[in-house]
């Protein structure tokens, strides 16, 4: 995996709005790629399929996910400052943009059911089980959407099949908060 970004400078570490979070960001990448990848065996294998596929489910669709990581080093690396994960809002949006009244989220395309080929596909055995969860998902995101709008927050969703295209996602993030 490459980085197609320059490491944030020292001054942007620790900045009063936002403590900690540029620091927090250059570490925590590769410590979450490395977890996302061992947690498939956090269940030992002579379990039962469908519990081990519980256990790497919960595991997996933790915050603080790579998608999201990249998403927050690209903001934060183009001047934005934000809140994280706030509970007072309907779906506890990943960035949350007080001043201007926009919030991000940052949605792994398999589990929030994107029309993308990364959402799309699975193993048929896979999409049979985890079908009504993920239609479930699609529901629950939909509404929290609605309540935001109505509380008159503007939302960006973005997918995890974008954050492979910095370029572009940086385009739209910019267009969205200014
Ligand atoms: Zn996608």
Same mark, same amino acid.
């Given at each position: 995996?490459?980085?197609?970004?320059?490491?944030?400078?020292?001054?942007?570490?620790?900045?009063?709005?936002?403590?900690?979070?540029?620091?927090?960001?250059?570490?925590?990448?590769?410590?979450?790629?490395?977890?996302?990848? $061992?947690?498939?065996?956090?269940?030992? *294998?002579?379990?039962s399929r469908a519990a081990?596929?519980?256990?790497?489910m919960r595991a997996i669709r933790s915050k603080n996910?790579?998608?999201? !990581?990249?998403?927050? *080093? !690209?903001?934060? $690396?183009?001047?934005?400052?934000? /809140? !994280?994960? *706030?509970? @007072?809002?309907?779906?506890?949006?990943?960035?949350?943009?007080?001043?201007?009244?926009?919030?991000?989220?940052?949605?792994?395309?398999? &589990?929030?059911?994107?029309?993308?080929?990364? +959402?799309?596909?699975?193993?048929? $055995?896979?999409? @049979?089980? &985890? +079908?009504?969860?993920?239609?479930?998902?699609?529901?629950? @995101?939909? /509404? /929290?959407?609605?309540?935001?709008?109505?509380?008159?927050?503007?939302?960006?969703?973005? &997918?995890?099949?974008?954050? $492979?295209? !910095?370029?572009?996602?940086?385009? /739209?993030?910019?267009?969205?908060? @200014?």
């Amino acid at each position: 995996m490459i980085f197609y970004l320059a490491p944030l400078s020292r001054g942007e570490v620790g900045s009063r709005s936002d403590p900690g979070e540029g620091l927090l960001l250059r570490q925590s990448i590769e410590t979450k790629r490395r977890a996302e990848r $061992s947690a498939v065996f956090v269940v030992p *294998r002579n379990h039962s399929r469908a519990a081990r596929r519980s256990a790497n489910m919960r595991a997996i669709r933790s915050k603080n996910t790579t998608p999201e !990581l990249t998403v927050r *080093r !690209l903001v934060y $690396s183009l001047g934005y400052r934000y /809140r !994280l994960h *706030r509970k @007072d809002l309907p779906g506890k949006p990943d960035l949350v943009f007080g001043t201007r009244r926009k919030v991000i989220f940052v949605h792994g395309c398999y &589990w929030h059911g994107h029309g993308c080929k990364v +959402g799309g596909t699975g193993a048929k $055995s896979n999409r @049979d089980y &985890w +079908g009504p969860k993920i239609s479930g998902n699609k529901a629950r @995101d939909k /509404r /929290r959407l609605a309540e935001l709008r109505k509380l008159g927050w503007k939302c960006l969703v973005v &997918w995890e099949c974008e954050t $492979s295209g !910095l370029r572009g996602l940086e385009r /739209r993030i910019r267009k969205f908060l @200014d």
